[in-house]
């Protein structure tokens, strides 16, 4: 292999030696780089994460690395070409025994990013082939460059930055720069004259657009035009709002729409006191920019920049000659027209205000005659007489608004006879039982939670769950652990897993049957069939069935629980086997591991033969007990590994070579590890990235690595 262009052939502007390629025998050794020989793979994710690392080992292998020098021994300074080129130093400092690394870099990221990496992997480079790295001058002027501390300021200049991983402190002290920056601007406007300040805002004027339309608009409202400033405020809302959002994660390539232009007329027009312009146009800009936001494919961006845009909005309406019943209204209709939580808290400046009861009644009394629009809509066939979720979940937003409303109004007694209409309505039983509770009737909650289990259970389960635990918690309040543990065992025969069964388990124990119920729920998991269930004769009469055994109540909300229609009982071994890992038996893990074997049969690819973290568990619970078991399982993981060529596949072979190595060396075995190692580098050879993993496993430096590599074992 040919070394790096760059360190081979002197570069101009620097006083050190040319870098001239010797003989092996003759080649002199600095004594600093020695300290970063022995460098890892892993050391470097761990610093600056594997996406850097990545990102890094490109910018190297496109010789994007430029003029590289040594300073001080552990100290590097390089240029790395981005989208401009970047100023980098990175270090290598020792803190007792334990050495770390640090950069800083004058891109907008600024320490820990990809073009550290890539400087310290073309060092490497050079180490490897036992090249000579040109000292720094103390002179450079990279250092100064360096000094001053720039980035930050272009951020839209590189190409998709990194996350940062360790910059909180560099991210405070960018900002405390420009704040210091912010106030020496301020000081020297104030020392200026009105003559340099015109001569200057000219200049401003002709250099940037932004401040020139700025300056406009104040002109305009300063001579009353506001209607043209209208005008222009609503075509760029049209022009904004016309704009298909979206966005390439894997490009970075992105179109969003640019509320700010907008938003900097209307803070002109409220700042003027042209109030009730600002809710005419706001009153558009929430409909059409919610209805953008719906169409966008761009992971929340239009929203974000469609809500900053909203509290001029609202502080407006608060200010505007709306009356109040209007300005409740105005926040009302925002946020049912909302499906996507834009609006938020921008309207809390309206809905918090101080009104009389009678502008909430007649917000309320609005609302009514909606929902009555509605049930007219529907009986007229406008959008179907089947039940809809999204009429019910419509509804329940209005009336959720109307509840609100009647309370603010003096006129509570009038909620709860709506949200029991509405339940039967909808199916938003939850919340009608969740407010009687709340109001301390229990006996009407549970009432009302065992209706609505009645009418949910088969079209809506996810309701119906969701009373049946209210019950539940209603029983808990009271000590009334038969029932408490009545409901746990209907989860865990529901959706069975270490967690319902422990449930169950500390409820059983706390009603005094704790024995009882752990056999039958043992024996459930056994052969899948619950000792509470249905039965139904040849006439068709459907019938609870309860174990003889069987020590808990079974409450009429789970009678009905029961009805709902389940698959073939079916044993739950690895529930089984998952409590005797928690119980540490490994005897019973195996026991359960070769039961689930047994049922489930092998599969083609050993990776999904029992499922994958299944496997890794039992091994890893087995490990000391059963050493052989645990190699064998990690040995078949491996194998099927092994036929997948990708990276993530080599760092999952990789895990469990790791895994396997102090297995082997309990047993005295660790000669076997090392030549199942060798066996996979020769198997393996036309595969690097599997050899750095192989590598990385066996704790090689990234320098051993490459020599390895160029000159052979």
């Given at each position: 292999m040919f070394p790096p262009h760059h360190l081979t052939t002197a570069r101009s502007g620097f006083k050190d030696e040319p870098v001239v390629a010797k003989s092996r025998n003759d080649r002199r050794k600095e004594p600093g780089p020695d300290s970063w020989s022995t460098l890892t793979w892993e050391d470097l994710e761990q610093w600056a994460g594997s996406r850097s690392v990545s990102r890094g080992r490109s910018y190297q292998q496109e010789d994007r690395v430029k003029d590289l020098r040594i300073a001080s021994g552990d100290q590097l300074l390089a240029t790395v070409t981005g989208t401009r080129p970047y100023v980098v130093t990175v270090q290598r400092t020792k803190q007792g025994q334990v050495r770390s690394l640090s950069s800083q870099c004058t891109c907008p990221v600024g320490t820990e990013c990809k073009h550290a990496v890539a400087v310290v992997v073309a060092l490497l480079d050079a180490l490897a082939e036992d090249l000579d790295v040109p000292r720094a001058d103390p002179d450079d002027p990279r250092w100064e460059a360096l000094a001053e501390e720039s980035f930050g300021l272009d951020e839209d200049l590189d190409d998709e930055p990194e996350p940062v991983h360790s910059s909180a402190t560099r991210g405070r002290a960018s900002r405390r720069s420009r704040s210091d920056s912010g106030e020496e601007v301020r000081a020297y406007l104030r020392g200026r004259s009105a003559d340099e300040l015109a001569v200057l805002i000219g200049s401003l004027v002709q250099r940037y657009p932004e401040v020139s339309a700025d300056l406009r608009e104040r002109i305009a409202l300063a001579e009353g035009k506001v209607g043209a400033l209208v005008k222009e405020a609503h075509r760029d809302l049209l022009r904004v709002t016309a704009i298909q959002p979206w966005r390439n994660n894997w490009t970075s390539e992105r179109e969003i729409p640019d509320y700010q232009p907008l938003q900097r007329r209307l803070e002109g027009l409220a700042q003027s006191g042209h109030f009730d312009e600002v809710v005419s146009i706001g009153r558009e800009l929430i409909r059409r920019g919610i209805e953008q936001v719906g169409?966008?494919?761009?992971?929340?961006?239009?929203?974000?920049?469609?809500?900053?845009?909203?509290?001029?909005?609202?502080?407006?309406?608060?200010?505007?000659?709306?009356?109040?019943?209007?300005?409740?209204?105005?926040?009302?209709?925002?946020?049912?027209?909302?499906?996507?939580?834009?609006?938020?808290?921008?309207?809390?400046?309206?809905?918090?205000?101080?009104?009389?009861?009678?502008?909430?009644?007649?917000?309320?009394?609005?609302?009514?005659?909606?929902?009555?629009?509605?049930?007219?809509?529907?009986?007229?066939?406008?959008?179907?007489?089947?039940?809809?979720?999204?009429?019910?979940?419509?509804?329940?937003?209005?009336?959720?608004?109307?509840?609100?409303?009647?309370?603010?109004?003096?006129?509570?007694?009038?909620?709860?006879?709506?949200?029991?209409?509405?339940?039967?309505?909808?199916?938003?039983?939850?919340?009608?039982?969740d407010h009687l509770i709340a109001e301390g009737e229990d006996a009407d909650a549970a009432r009302w939670a065992r209706e609505g289990i009645e009418a949910t259970l088969d079209t809506l389960p996810g309701i119906a769950s969701g009373l049946a635990g209210s019950l539940c918690e209603m029983a808990r309040r009271r000590k009334q652990w038969p029932v408490v543990a009545a409901h746990a065992a209907w989860r865990l025969f529901d959706l069975?897993?270490?967690?319902?069964?422990?449930?169950?388990?500390?409820?059983?124990?706390?009603?005094?049957?704790?024995?009882?119920?752990?056999?039958?729920?043992?024996?459930?998991?056994?052969?899948?069939?619950?000792?509470?269930?249905?039965?139904?004769?040849?006439?068709?009469?459907?019938?609870?069935?309860?174990?003889?055994?069987?020590?808990?109540?079974?409450?009429?909300?789970?009678?009905?629980?029961?009805?709902?229609?389940?698959?073939?009982?079916?044993?739950?071994?690895?529930?089984?086997?998952?409590?005797?890992?928690?119980?540490?038996?490994?005897?019973?893990?195996?026991?359960?591991?070769?039961?689930?074997?047994?049922?489930?049969?092998?599969?083609?690819?050993?990776?999904?033969?029992?499922?994958?973290?299944?496997?890794?568990?039992?091994?890893?619970?087995?490990a000391e007990s059963h050493p052989d078991r645990a190699l064998a399982i990690y040995e078949r993981a491996l194998d099927?590994?092994?036929?997948?060529?990708?990276?993530?596949?080599?760092?999952?072979?990789?895990?469990?070579?790791?895994?396997?190595?102090?297995?082997?060396?309990?047993?005295?075995?660790?000669?076997?590890?090392?030549?199942?190692?060798?066996?996979?580098?020769?198997?393996?050879?036309?595969?690097?990235?599997?050899?750095?993993?192989?590598?990385?496993?066996?704790?090689?430096?990234?320098?051993?690595?490459?020599?390895?590599?160029?000159?052979?074992?």
């Amino acid at each position: 292999m040919f070394p790096p262009h760059h360190l081979t052939t002197a570069r101009s502007g620097f006083k050190d030696e040319p870098v001239v390629a010797k003989s092996r025998n003759d080649r002199r050794k600095e004594p600093g780089p020695d300290s970063w020989s022995t460098l890892t793979w892993e050391d470097l994710e761990q610093w600056a994460g594997s996406r850097s690392v990545s990102r890094g080992r490109s910018y190297q292998q496109e010789d994007r690395v430029k003029d590289l020098r040594i300073a001080s021994g552990d100290q590097l300074l390089a240029t790395v070409t981005g989208t401009r080129p970047y100023v980098v130093t990175v270090q290598r400092t020792k803190q007792g025994q334990v050495r770390s690394l640090s950069s800083q870099c004058t891109c907008p990221v600024g320490t820990e990013c990809k073009h550290a990496v890539a400087v310290v992997v073309a060092l490497l480079d050079a180490l490897a082939e036992d090249l000579d790295v040109p000292r720094a001058d103390p002179d450079d002027p990279r250092w100064e460059a360096l000094a001053e501390e720039s980035f930050g300021l272009d951020e839209d200049l590189d190409d998709e930055p990194e996350p940062v991983h360790s910059s909180a402190t560099r991210g405070r002290a960018s900002r405390r720069s420009r704040s210091d920056s912010g106030e020496e601007v301020r000081a020297y406007l104030r020392g200026r004259s009105a003559d340099e300040l015109a001569v200057l805002i000219g200049s401003l004027v002709q250099r940037y657009p932004e401040v020139s339309a700025d300056l406009r608009e104040r002109i305009a409202l300063a001579e009353g035009k506001v209607g043209a400033l209208v005008k222009e405020a609503h075509r760029d809302l049209l022009r904004v709002t016309a704009i298909q959002p979206w966005r390439n994660n894997w490009t970075s390539e992105r179109e969003i729409p640019d509320y700010q232009p907008l938003q900097r007329r209307l803070e002109g027009l409220a700042q003027s006191g042209h109030f009730d312009e600002v809710v005419s146009i706001g009153r558009e800009l929430i409909r059409r920019g919610i209805e953008q936001v719906g169409r966008a494919d761009d992971e929340g961006d239009t929203a974000i920049a469609l809500n900053d845009c909203l509290p001029v909005v609202f502080d407006a309406v608060v200010r505007s000659s709306l009356s109040g019943f209007e300005k409740l209204l105005f926040a009302v209709d925002a946020l049912l027209e909302d499906d996507y939580e834009v609006v938020g808290s921008a309207a809390d400046p309206v809905l918090d205000a101080d009104y009389p009861p009678a502008d909430w009644s007649r917000v309320a009394d609005a609302l009514a005659d909606r929902l009555k629009e509605g049930d007219r809509s529907v009986a007229a066939g406008w959008r179907g007489s089947v039940r809809s979720f999204a009429r019910d979940y419509e509804r329940d937003r209005i009336t959720d608004m109307r509840v609100r409303a009647l309370e603010y109004a003096g006129r509570s007694s009038e909620g709860l006879p709506i949200l029991e209409s509405e339940a039967r309505a909808t199916g938003s039983y939850q919340r009608l039982v969740d407010h009687l509770i709340a109001e301390g009737e229990d006996a009407d909650a549970a009432r009302w939670a065992r209706e609505g289990i009645e009418a949910t259970l088969d079209t809506l389960p996810g309701i119906a769950s969701g009373l049946a635990g209210s019950l539940c918690e209603m029983a808990r309040r009271r000590k009334q652990w038969p029932v408490v543990a009545a409901h746990a065992a209907w989860r865990l025969f529901d959706l069975p897993s270490v967690a319902t069964y422990q449930e169950l388990c500390a409820a059983a124990r706390k009603s005094g049957c704790l024995e009882a119920v752990r056999r039958a729920a043992e024996r459930f998991l056994e052969t899948g069939d619950p000792p509470i269930g249905i039965t139904t004769s040849k006439r068709g009469k459907v019938e609870i069935r309860v174990a003889d055994d069987w020590p808990l109540p079974v409450p009429d909300e789970l009678a009905f629980a029961s009805r709902r229609a389940r698959t073939s009982p079916r044993p739950h071994y690895d529930v089984l086997m998952d409590l005797a890992i928690a119980a540490k038996r490994p005897e019973e893990v195996l026991r359960w591991y070769d039961r689930i074997q047994e049922a489930e049969g092998r599969s083609r690819n050993p990776r999904y033969e029992y499922g994958e973290p299944r496997a890794d568990r039992v091994a890893a619970a087995v490990a000391e007990s059963h050493p052989d078991r645990a190699l064998a399982i990690y040995e078949r993981a491996l194998d099927a590994w092994l036929k997948e060529a990708r990276p993530a596949a080599y760092e999952a072979a990789g895990s469990y070579l790791r895994r396997m190595r102090p297995i082997f060396k309990s047993l005295g075995r660790e000669s076997e590890w090392k030549e199942r190692v060798a066996e996979l580098r020769e198997t393996y050879r036309r595969r690097p990235r599997f050899l750095e993993v192989l590598d990385a496993v066996e704790g090689r430096s990234i320098v051993r690595t490459r020599k390895s590599r160029w000159r052979g074992p």
